[in-house]
C-alpha cells in the first residue's frame, strides 16, 4: 500500500483519470474523493483528463484509486519497466515489491520472477529514480528498461560454475559408491577440505551474498537457507576433522556441503535455461521487425534505418521481404503471409487500397506501401506490449503464493531450529541433529513457489500470441477459463459486417428515386448500412444536405433542400409516429428472410416514402465457432440491434442459445450485467465502438481484431483474425493455462508439505534434499513449458 505522509498541514498530489466525457462525469469523480479521508480538497478537470488533491498525512492512494475506480472510471498513470537482478525465489519477489510499493507515488507494482523484471505504475510526479535506490535498498540490482517491448532474455545463468563444482564434487561422493560394493575407503582429510573450500566459498558465494542482503533486509530468502545449510554441514566437518585429527579426521560431511551446492547451482542452470524457452515468444515477434526499409523519395529508392521513415513516405517491398511498416498499398498486388502477426496459416491477398501490417512477408510482388503507423504506434508494436503486459501481470491465484512467501522462509529457520533441538534433545546425536536441520533447510526452497503461476503465464499466452490470440492481462487469463456464456455482438462478428442492398420497396412506386434520396442522407457516413446504399446507387439525388443528425441506435435525420427526412429502423418510425401499415407484408418477408430492414419518411407530415432491406453473409466458419462452444459446455447468446425475426433466423441457422434483439447501443452493457446474475462468468465478443461498453462491463471482453482500436482497448482478449472460432481458442487455451497453474502450485505446496517432515524426522540425507530441491524448479518450469506444444481444435 502506497501511503503519503507529510510533515506539513497538507500536500498537493495530481494524476491522471481516463474515461470521463462530460461535466456529470467531472461532478461524479469529485463527489467520489470528497467521501476518501484524508483528502480536503478535489479539483477534476475534464480537458486535461486529470484530478489534482489537497491532501493530509493519513491520505492514503489506494483508497483514492478505488474510490475512481468504484465510480466507473480509470486512474493513469506512468509505467516503468525495471530489470531486477539478484532475485532467486518466491520470497525476493514479495521483498522487491514491498520495496517498490513503499515509494511515495507507486500505484501498482508488479514483479516476474520468470522475466527478472518489474512492472511499475507512477502517478504524482514521482521521480523513478526513487525505485532504482528502493530495490537496492532492498538488497537487488535495478536497471531502468527505456523500451518496453524490449523484453531481454532473462538473466544468463553460465555454466562453467556447475562443471567446475561437480568436477570438485565428483571425487567426495566416490566413496559412498565403493561402499556399496563392500570396499570401505575415504580420501583424506585435507584433499577432502581442498575439494570442498572452493565449492562452498569461491562457486557458493553468491548464496552468502544473496541471503547477507537478505538478511541486511530483515527478510529472508532461497540463497540464505542453502547459506545456512551447507555452512553447517562444512563446519560440522571442520569441528570432526579437529576434533579426531589423530584418528584421521573422523567422520566428515564435506560432500554433503559441496553436492548440495553443485545440486543448486545445476538446478539454477537448467530453471534459467527452460525459463528463456517461455519469453520466446516476445522474442519471435520483436525479430519481425526489419531494421530498414526501402524508402523512395524523388523517385530514388533508399534504405533508411526504420527511425527515420516517416509517415506519409512510400516504402518499397520487393519479393520475400518482410513489410517494414503498417500502411496502405499504393501500388501493386502480392500474396502476404501474416501467420505470425494472426496466426492464419494461409498467405493474403492484398491489392492496391489494402492494409498491410509491418513484419507480413511479401511473397511474389512489388509493392509500394504508403507509411500509416511508425514505432509504439504500429500494430506489431502494440502486440508486443499486449503480450508482455499480460506476462509481465499477475494472475489472481499469484495472491496466494505471495501471502505464503512472505512467512514461508521464517517459518523454515524455525523448523530447522526445532528439528536441531529435537534430534539433539531425544537422541544425544549433535551430528545426526545438525545434518537433519541442514536437510531442512536445503529441500524448503520457495523457488517452485515463485515460479509456478508466471511461466504458465507466460508459456500460455505466448503460445495463444502465436495463433492470433492476444491476451491483455494475467487476469483475463485466468478468468476466461470459467466462462460459462458468451455473448455475441452479430454484425461484424458472426456476420461478415458487409451488408449488401437487397431490395428496395417505394410507396409510390419509384424505387430508383427512394436509392438517391436514401444515398444523399448518407453521403460521408461510414455506417455498413450506408455503405450498402451508396455502393447500390450510381448517383445520389441532386439537392443540398444539411442539418444531419446521427440518431444512436434508431438512425438519422437531415434535410435536403429545407425539407426534413428520417431514415432509420422501425423504432424510430414508431417515436415519430410514422403509420408502416401500407408496406407491413413487405417488411416480414424480407424478415422472413433473414434480412435487416430500414424505413425512409418525410419529417414534416411523417409520409412514408418506402422501404429498404440488407443482407449480410455469415461468416464460414459461424457455425464450427457455436458448435465448438458448446463442446465446452458453454452457452451461446446473440445481442444484435436488428429485428426480431433477422436476429432469430440468424442464431438458427448457427445454433445459438439465446437471442436478445432490437437492442440499442447503450443497452448492451445492461443484457451483459443481466447474463451475469447469478453468478454466471460471462464473455462478450465484437468488434465495434457501441461494443466498448459491453466488453468492459463482461468478466471477459473479446473484441475481434479487424474492428475499431476503442473495441480493443475496451477488451481484455484482442482475436487478431475476423475469425469467430477464435473464442472457443481462447477459452480452450485459458483452461489448458489455469490448470497448468493449479498442478504448478500443487506440486510445488505438496512438496514442501510432504519434503520438510521427511526431512525433519530425519529420512532425507542433505544431498537427496539438495536434488530433489533442484528437481523442484526445473520440474515446475517444464511443466509450464508443455504449454508450448499446443495447437488449436480445427472445426469439424
Same mark, same amino acid.
Given at each position: 500500500?502506497?501511503?503519503?505522509?507529510?510533515?506539513?498541514?497538507?500536500?498537493?498530489?495530481?494524476?491522471?483519470?481516463?474515461?470521463?466525457?462530460?461535466?456529470?462525469?467531472?461532478?461524479?469523480?469529485?463527489?467520489?474523493?470528497?467521501?476518501?479521508?484524508?483528502?480536503?480538497?478535489?479539483?477534476?478537470?475534464?480537458?486535461?483528463?486529470?484530478?489534482?488533491?489537497?491532501?493530509?498525512?493519513?491520505?492514503?492512494?489506494?483508497?483514492?484509486?478505488?474510490?475512481?475506480?468504484?465510480?466507473?472510471?480509470?486512474?493513469?498513470?506512468?509505467?516503468?519497466?525495471?530489470?531486477?537482478?539478484?532475485?532467486?525465489?518466491?520470497?525476493?519477489?514479495?521483498?522487491?515489491?514491498?520495496?517498490?510499493?513503499?515509494?511515495?507515488?507507486?500505484?501498482?507494482?508488479?514483479?516476474?520472477?520468470?522475466?527478472?523484471?518489474?512492472?511499475?505504475?507512477?502517478?504524482?510526479?514521482?521521480?523513478?529514480?526513487?525505485?532504482?535506490?528502493?530495490?537496492?535498498?532492498?538488497?537487488?540490482?535495478?536497471?531502468?528498461?527505456?523500451?518496453?517491448?524490449?523484453?531481454?532474455?532473462?538473466?544468463?545463468?553460465?555454466?562453467?560454475?556447475?562443471?567446475?563444482?561437480?568436477?570438485?564434487?565428483?571425487?567426495?561422493?566416490?566413496?559412498?559408491?565403493?561402499?556399496?560394493?563392500?570396499?570401505?575407503?575415504?580420501?583424506?582429510?585435507?584433499?577432502?577440505?581442498?575439494?570442498?573450500?572452493?565449492?562452498?566459498?569461491?562457486?557458493?558465494?553468491?548464496?552468502?551474498?544473496?541471503?547477507?542482503?537478505?538478511?541486511?533486509?530483515?527478510?529472508?530468502?532461497?540463497?540464505?537457507?542453502?547459506?545456512?545449510?551447507?555452512?553447517?554441514?562444512?563446519?560440522?566437518?571442520?569441528?570432526?576433522?579437529?576434533?579426531?585429527?589423530?584418528?584421521?579426521?573422523?567422520?566428515?560431511?564435506?560432500?554433503?556441503?559441496?553436492?548440495?551446492?553443485?545440486?543448486?547451482?545445476?538446478?539454477?542452470?537448467?530453471?534459467?535455461?527452460?525459463?528463456?524457452?517461455?519469453?520466446?515468444?516476445?522474442?519471435?515477434?520483436?525479430?519481425?521487425?526489419?531494421?530498414?526499409?526501402?524508402?523512395?523519395?524523388?523517385?530514388?529508392?533508399?534504405?533508411?534505418?526504420?527511425?527515420?521513415?516517416?509517415?506519409?513516405?512510400?516504402?518499397?517491398?520487393?519479393?520475400?521481404?518482410?513489410?517494414?511498416?503498417?500502411?496502405?498499398?499504393?501500388?501493386?498486388?502480392?500474396?502476404?503471409?501474416?501467420?505470425?502477426?494472426?496466426?492464419?496459416?494461409?498467405?493474403?491477398?492484398?491489392?492496391?487500397?489494402?492494409?498491410?501490417?509491418?513484419?507480413?512477408?511479401?511473397?511474389?510482388?512489388?509493392?509500394?506501401?504508403?507509411?500509416?503507423?511508425?514505432?509504439?504506434?504500429?500494430?506489431?508494436?502494440?502486440?508486443?506490449?499486449?503480450?508482455?503486459?499480460?506476462?509481465?501481470?499477475?494472475?489472481?491465484?499469484?495472491?496466494?503464493?505471495?501471502?505464503?512467501?512472505?512467512?514461508?522462509?521464517?517459518?523454515?529457520?524455525?523448523?530447522?531450529?526445532?528439528?536441531?533441538?529435537?534430534?539433539?534433545?531425544?537422541?544425544?546425536?549433535?551430528?545426526?541433529?545438525?545434518?537433519?536441520?541442514?536437510?531442512?533447510?536445503?529441500?524448503?526452497?520457495?523457488?517452485?513457489?515463485?515460479?509456478?503461476?508466471?511461466?504458465?503465464?507466460?508459456?500460455?499466452?505466448?503460445?495463444?500470441?502465436?495463433?492470433?490470440?492476444?491476451?491483455?492481462?494475467?487476469?483475463?487469463?485466468?478468468?476466461?477459463?470459467?466462462?460459462?456464456?458468451?455473448?455475441?455482438?452479430?454484425? &461484424?462478428? @458472426?456476420?461478415? !459486417?458487409?451488408?449488401?442492398?437487397?431490395? %428496395?420497396? $417505394? #410507396?409510390? *412506386?419509384?424505387?430508383? /428515386? =427512394?436509392?438517391?434520396?436514401?444515398?444523399?442522407?448518407?453521403?460521408?457516413?461510414?455506417?455498413?448500412?450506408?455503405?450498402?446504399?451508396?455502393?447500390?446507387?450510381?448517383?445520389?439525388?441532386?439537392?443540398?444536405?444539411?442539418?444531419?443528425?446521427?440518431?444512436?441506435?434508431?438512425?438519422?435525420?437531415?434535410?435536403?433542400?429545407?425539407?426534413?427526412?428520417?431514415?432509420?429502423?422501425?423504432?424510430?418510425?414508431?417515436?415519430?409516429?410514422?403509420?408502416?401499415?401500407?408496406?407491413?407484408?413487405?417488411?416480414?418477408?424480407?424478415?422472413?428472410?433473414?434480412?435487416?430492414?430500414?424505413?425512409?419518411?418525410?419529417?414534416?407530415?411523417?409520409?412514408?416514402? &418506402?422501404? @429498404?432491406?440488407? !443482407?449480410?453473409?455469415?461468416?464460414?466458419? %459461424?457455425? $464450427? #465457432?457455436? *458448435?465448438?462452444?458448446? /463442446? =465446452?459446455?458453454?452457452?451461446?447468446?446473440?445481442?444484435?440491434?436488428?429485428?426480431?425475426?433477422?436476429?432469430?433466423?440468424?442464431?438458427?441457422?448457427?445454433?445459438?442459445?439465446?437471442?436478445?434483439?432490437?437492442?440499442?447501443?447503450?443497452?448492451?452493457?445492461?443484457?451483459?450485467?443481466?447474463?451475469?446474475?447469478?453468478?454466471?462468468?460471462?464473455?462478450?465478443?465484437?468488434?465495434?465502438?457501441?461494443?466498448?461498453?459491453?466488453?468492459?462491463?463482461?468478466?471477459?471482453?473479446?473484441?475481434?481484431?479487424?474492428?475499431?482500436?476503442?473495441?480493443?482497448?475496451?477488451?481484455?482478449?484482442?482475436?487478431?483474425?475476423?475469425?469467430?472460432?477464435?473464442?472457443?481458442?481462447?477459452?480452450?487455451?485459458?483452461?489448458?493455462?489455469?490448470?497448468?497453474?493449479?498442478?504448478?502450485?500443487?506440486?510445488?505446496?505438496?512438496?514442501?508439505?510432504?519434503?520438510?517432515?521427511?526431512?525433519?524426522?530425519?529420512?532425507?540425507?542433505?544431498?537427496?534434499?539438495?536434488?530433489?530441491?533442484?528437481?523442484?524448479?526445473?520440474?515446475?518450469?517444464?511443466?509450464?513449458?508443455?504449454?508450448?506444444?499446443?495447437?488449436?481444435?480445427?472445426?469439424?
Amino acid at each position: 500500500m502506497s501511503r503519503f505522509t507529510s510533515p506539513a498541514a497538507s500536500q498537493t498530489l495530481r494524476f491522471p483519470v481516463l474515461g470521463m466525457t462530460c461535466a456529470s462525469c467531472v461532478l461524479r469523480v469529485e463527489k467520489a474523493l470528497h467521501k476518501v479521508p484524508g483528502i480536503h480538497a478535489a479539483n477534476v478537470n475534464l480537458a486535461t483528463e486529470s484530478v489534482t488533491l489537497e491532501t493530509g498525512a493519513d491520505f492514503t492512494l489506494t483508497d483514492a484509486h478505488a474510490a475512481i475506480e468504484r465510480a466507473g472510471y480509470q486512474v493513469g498513470g506512468d509505467n516503468v519497466n525495471l530489470g531486477i537482478q539478484g532475485m532467486t525465489c518466491a520470497s525476493c519477489v514479495s521483498r522487491v515489491e514491498k520495496a517498490l510499493l513503499a515509494v511515495p507515488g507507486v500505484t501498482a507494482a508488479s514483479v516476474n520472477l520468470a522475466t527478472e523484471t518489474a512492472r511499475v505504475t507512477l502517478s504524482g510526479g514521482s521521480d523513478s529514480q526513487l525505485l532504482l535506490a528502493a530495490v537496492a535498498k532492498a538488497g537487488y540490482r535495478a536497471s531502468l528498461r527505456e523500451d518496453a517491448a524490449a523484453t531481454p532474455r532473462p538473466h544468463a545463468t553460465p555454466w562453467w560454475p556447475v562443471a567446475v563444482a561437480a568436477l570438485l564434487s565428483l571425487p567426495l561422493v566416490l566413496p559412498m559408491f565403493g561402499g556399496l560394493v563392500g570396499e570401505h575407503w575415504m580420501l583424506p582429510a585435507w584433499l577432502q577440505f581442498l575439494l570442498a573450500t572452493p565449492v562452498q566459498f569461491w562457486l557458493g558465494a553468491r548464496f552468502y551474498r544473496a541471503g547477507w542482503k537478505a538478511l541486511q533486509a530483515r527478510s529472508g530468502n532461497m540463497d540464505l537457507l542453502v547459506a545456512i545449510g551447507t555452512s553447517a554441514a562444512y563446519g560440522l566437518s571442520l569441528y570432526q576433522w579437529w576434533l579426531h585429527a589423530d584418528h584421521g579426521g573422523g567422520h566428515l560431511y564435506f560432500e554433503a556441503s559441496a553436492v548440495v551446492i553443485t545440486l543448486v547451482l545445476l538446478g539454477k542452470w537448467l530453471e534459467a535455461r527452460a525459463k528463456q524457452q517461455t519469453t520466446a515468444a516476445i522474442r519471435a515477434l520483436q525479430a519481425l521487425r526489419p531494421a530498414t526499409a526501402r524508402v523512395r523519395r524523388d523517385g530514388v529508392d533508399v534504405d533508411l534505418p526504420l527511425p527515420l521513415v516517416r509517415l506519409g513516405d512510400l516504402v518499397v517491398v520487393r519479393p520475400g521481404e518482410r513489410v517494414a511498416v503498417d500502411g496502405v498499398i499504393r501500388e501493386g498486388s502480392s500474396q502476404l503471409d501474416e501467420s505470425m502477426l494472426t496466426g492464419e496459416s494461409l498467405p493474403v491477398s492484398k491489392q492496391a487500397g489494402d492494409a498491410v501490417t509491418g513484419g507480413a512477408i511479401n511473397h511474389d510482388g512489388l509493392l509500394l506501401v504508403e507509411t500509416r503507423a511508425l514505432g509504439e504506434d504500429s500494430t506489431l508494436a502494440r502486440i508486443i506490449r499486449m503480450v508482455e503486459d499480460a506476462q509481465a501481470g499477475k494472475a489472481p491465484v499469484q495472491r496466494l503464493v505471495d501471502r505464503v512467501s512472505a512467512v514461508f522462509v521464517p517459518v523454515v529457520l524455525l523448523i530447522a531450529v526445532l528439528t536441531l533441538a529435537g534430534w539433539w534433545w531425544f537422541s544425544g546425536d549433535v551430528e545426526q541433529a545438525i545434518l537433519n536441520a541442514v536437510a531442512v533447510l536445503v529441500i524448503a526452497c520457495p523457488c517452485a513457489l515463485g515460479l509456478a503461476t508466471p511461466t504458465a503465464i507466460m508459456a500460455g499466452t505466448g503460445v495463444a500470441a502465436r495463433h492470433g490470440i492476444l491476451i491483455k492481462d494475467a487476469e483475463a487469463l485466468e478468468l476466461a477459463h470459467g466462462v460459462q456464456v458468451v455473448a455475441f455482438d452479430k454484425t &461484424g462478428t @458472426l456476420t461478415e !459486417g458487409k451488408p449488401r442492398l437487397m431490395h %428496395a420497396v $417505394a #410507396a409510390n *412506386g419509384d424505387e430508383q /428515386a =427512394l436509392l438517391q434520396l436514401a444515398a444523399s442522407l448518407q453521403q460521408g457516413s461510414e455506417h455498413p448500412l450506408a455503405q450498402a446504399v451508396l455502393n447500390a446507387v450510381a448517383t445520389p439525388a441532386p439537392g443540398k444536405l444539411s442539418g444531419l443528425q446521427a440518431l444512436p441506435g434508431r438512425g438519422l435525420r437531415g434535410d435536403i433542400d429545407g425539407v426534413g427526412y428520417l431514415l432509420g429502423n422501425q423504432r424510430l418510425m414508431q417515436e415519430q409516429g410514422i403509420e408502416l401499415s401500407s408496406l407491413r407484408s413487405d417488411q416480414q418477408q424480407q424478415e422472413l428472410l433473414g434480412r435487416t430492414v430500414s424505413w425512409l419518411a418525410r419529417a414534416g407530415d411523417g409520409k412514408l416514402l &418506402g422501404m @429498404l432491406s440488407f !443482407g449480410d453473409s455469415v461468416k464460414p466458419a %459461424a457455425s $464450427a #465457432a457455436i *458448435g465448438q462452444l458448446h /463442446a =465446452l459446455g458453454i452457452r451461446s447468446v446473440m445481442i444484435s440491434g436488428d429485428n426480431r425475426a433477422a436476429a432469430r433466423q440468424v442464431a438458427d441457422a448457427l445454433g445459438i442459445d439465446e437471442v436478445i434483439a432490437e437492442v440499442l447501443p447503450g443497452d448492451k452493457a445492461g443484457h451483459i450485467a443481466h447474463l451475469r446474475q447469478d453468478g454466471r462468468r460471462v464473455a462478450m465478443v465484437g468488434d465495434g465502438v457501441n461494443d466498448a461498453p459491453a466488453l468492459a462491463a463482461a468478466d471477459v471482453g473479446m473484441a475481434m481484431g479487424t474492428g475499431t482500436d476503442v473495441a480493443m482497448q475496451a477488451a481484455g482478449v484482442t482475436l487478431m483474425r475476423g475469425d469467430p472460432t477464435l473464442v472457443a481458442q481462447a477459452i480452450a487455451i485459458s483452461r489448458l493455462t489455469y490448470g497448468k497453474i493449479r498442478q504448478n502450485l500443487f506440486w510445488a505446496f505438496i512438496f514442501n508439505l510432504v519434503g520438510i517432515p521427511l526431512a525433519a524426522l530425519g529420512m532425507l540425507s542433505p544431498i537427496v534434499a539438495g536434488a530433489a530441491m533442484a528437481l523442484s524448479s526445473v520440474s515446475v518450469v517444464s511443466n509450464a513449458l508443455l504449454l508450448r506444444r499446443w495447437r488449436p481444435a480445427r472445426p469439424h
